[in-house]
């Protein structure tokens, strides 16, 4: 791969910043002078740390571990807090009303159409006590799953904690997704119950929910029960039997409710994740994981306390909306929950939203930045956000430019972009920025404290100075579990390459200032000439152009020469597409990256493939662009966009492909 440029140091933060920061708190306190001194001995110590964190987090259990981990099974399947007892509905809820806080906000929810909730901690109580007492009254019992098909509203949140406040296992699910989609998640884990909307808003339009979960549920015998929530109001068709109404399941007789007292290996939630190929993966996390690490990320990374409202555009069905209910109230913080589209009625709608709302921690994908930088500069400085202090991204690796542009515009240049990068089997990350370390575009201050993190080689050395393999070297509270009812396919998709370790299937670089990088996902890699290439070094030069707004890059396979380079470019809304702008950005990668890593195409897409979330699936794109099955396509957010990239599939064997748009 090429070498990583870092790019000049564009934030240090102030003596406030570090005098106010968690991280700087935790530090002090346990007599520990430096970032890299804080890694060191909690990689030497894990004990140590996973102990202190909890109870610097505040994580409330009803009857204390016998000891922190327990590794008798192996790394793979290491269990944390052995002998206690906890649920974490305590840490999120109970705790903050003993301590008086009952009338701070916990969430607040924004509609497509601008309306708007707020709850505070004492009101989300009785809400989630209800409730939860009446999914008792429908005879749903411990260790049950629970299907949630809904968008980001109060009453998703709701069902998330009354689920685990009686120790029912909760399923997001994308609030996109057809019938199939739905349908193949609830069968896999055999859900007992269904709970949906009537329907949500998106760009202006409603959005059908009921009758995608009614086809769903034909084909899923074990759902005994359908509780719809009334989000836009309108007539849907009814199965007495079946279907109850949120609401009035609720407004019924309720009885005082106490959380169920479980193990922390309990299980929480499922959360399927979407390949290209293969049928979804089911994370199987525990109360003592998921929350536990979402907490702490936020606390450790973000700076997240009581006072900050944080707001992470996502889904339900993506790790970042359970991860950002569950990790902010946790921390006696508020959550934000949007439903609709960001860039509508207008391209202010995020900014209107962090502004209005006092947004003080905000997260984004690195896509949504540059689909929201075709806006220019206006929407953002139109709304003075002052309450915001801390930028986030996650999703895929930056570009320089987009990273700039969030920087200097949304944070005017004063405020730290965490980037922070790990998975949905990971319950967070496993690299992030804070706000004690020098700030290098798309660059991570290094792991999160506890995850033992390394860059290995072929031969599983750690190294530094080259690309290797993002891998894990000890287990942490948040791993996943397993995948629901397949340990075979967890042990062999991270488990697998080196003994005793997790391999994460990222690329990554440790620089000589000791700040990280990542460059892509090593089954994207791109193999050239004998040179392994990053998409994203690619992508990097091709959005830095002014023409161009997204990029995608792969490798197609070749007879002669292996792989060959195929990019796809996205270009702004006033650029026509011509020959001698291709011949134009081919000339710019190939000064860039050297005439031998040159593409051997590129073409002009009206969109890329993206998740809600707008991550691009770039082994998507090749897949469909190769003509092989495409697997599990239900995560898409424009599944249109796939028609287009099929149009410019090369023949066979040809090594050659059509000019393009």
Not at 587 to 603: C, N, V, W, Y
Request: hydrophobic share 45%; charged share 20%; with cysteine.
């Amino acid at each position: 791969m090429q070498s990583v440029t870092t790019g000049e140091v564009i934030w240090r933060p102030s003596p406030e910043t570090i005098s106010r920061s968690r991280l700087a708190g935790f530090m002090e306190r346990h007599g520990v002078k430096s970032y890299p001194e804080l890694l060191k001995r909690a990689e030497l110590d894990p004990n140590w740390f996973w102990d202190a964190a909890v109870r610097d987090i505040g994580i409330r259990f009803d009857r204390p571990y016998q000891s922190v981990v327990d590794l008798s099974r192996g790394p793979q399947w290491a269990q944390f807090w052995p002998g206690a007892e906890m649920n974490i509905v305590a840490s999120c809820i109970d705790q903050h009303l003993a301590r008086g806080a009952g009338d701070r906000p916990a969430l607040i929810f924004e509609g497509e159409p601008g309306d708007r909730r707020r709850v505070t901690y004492s009101e989300l109580n009785w809400e989630v006590g209800r409730f939860a007492s009446a999914l008792q009254r429908l005879g749903l019992t411990r260790g049950e799953r629970v299907g949630i098909f809904m968008p980001m509203t109060i009453e998703t949140a709701i069902a998330i904690l009354a689920c685990a406040k009686i120790g029912l296992v909760f399923i997001p699910l994308f609030s996109g997704f057809g019938a199939g989609a739905v349908a193949a998640r609830l069968q896999d884990c055999e859900a007992r119950a269904l709970i949906c909307a009537d329907g949500y808003f998106r760009r202006g339009q409603m959005v059908a929910m009921k009758e995608i979960a009614d086809r769903a549920l034909l084909q899923c015998p074990s759902v005994k029960h359908l509780i719809m929530c009334r989000r836009v109001r309108r007539e849907v068709p009814w199965m007495p039997e079946r279907d109850r109404l949120f609401d009035l399941l609720m407004d019924e007789e309720t009885v005082a409710l106490a959380n169920s007292s479980l193990s922390p290996q309990s299980p929480l939630m499922i959360l399927y994740t979407s390949g290209t190929t293969g049928t979804p993966k089911g994370a199987y996390h525990v109360h003592g994981g998921f929350p536990v690490k979402a907490a702490l990320d936020l606390a450790h990374a973000f700076d997240m306390g009581e006072a900050d409202v944080l707001f992470w555009y996502s889904d339900i069905g993506w790790m970042m909306g359970p991860w950002m209910i569950l990790g902010a109230l946790a921390l006696g913080g508020c959550a934000v929950l949007y439903e609709g589209a960001p860039d509508h009625p207008g391209p202010d709608r995020i900014w209107s939203i962090c502004d209005q709302l006092g947004v003080s921690i905000l997260g984004v994908s690195p896509t949504l930045v540059r689909a929201l930088m075709a806006h220019g500069t206006a929407p953002v400085h139109s709304h003075p956000m002052t309450a915001l202090r801390v930028l986030g991204g996650t999703g895929e690796p930056w570009n320089p430019a987009p990273f700039k542009w969030f920087f200097e515009h949304v944070g005017r240049s004063q405020l730290p972009v965490i980037n922070y990068s790990g998975g949905t089997e990971i319950s967070g990350g496993i690299l992030a920025g804070n706000v004690l370390s020098p700030l290098r575009p798309c660059s991570f201050a290094g792991p999160l404290p506890g995850m033992a993190a390394a860059v290995l080689n072929d031969q599983g050395q750690s190294v530094r100075g080259e690309v290797g393999e993002l891998s894990i070297l000890q287990p942490w509270p948040g791993m996943t579990q397993g995948f629901w009812r397949d340990p075979d396919r967890y042990l062999e998709t991270y488990w697998s390459r080196f003994p005793g370790v997790w391999v994460h299937g990222d690329w990554a670089y440790v620089a000589d200032d000791g700040l990280w990088y990542l460059l892509g996902r090593s089954d994207d890699t791109i193999k050239l000439a004998g040179k392994r290439l990053g998409p994203a070094e690619v992508e990097s030069v091709l959005v830095a152009q002014p023409e161009v707004l997204e990029a995608a890059a792969i490798g197609v396979p070749d007879p002669i020469k292996g792989e060959v380079l195929v990019c796809f470019c996205v270009l702004k809304t006033d650029v026509i597409a011509t020959d001698g702008l291709r011949r134009g950005l081919v000339s710019a990668l190939s000064d860039s990256l050297g005439k031998a890593l040159a593409p051997s195409a590129l073409h002009f897409l009206d969109e890329l493939p993206r998740t809600r979330n707008a991550k691009i699936l770039r082994r998507l794109i090749k897949a469909v662009y190769l003509g092989l099955e495409p697997g599990d396509v239900s995560a898409l957010d424009n599944p249109g966009s796939l028609a287009g990239i099929g149009a410019l599939a090369p023949e066979a064997g040809s090594g050659s492909t059509a000019p393009g748009r």
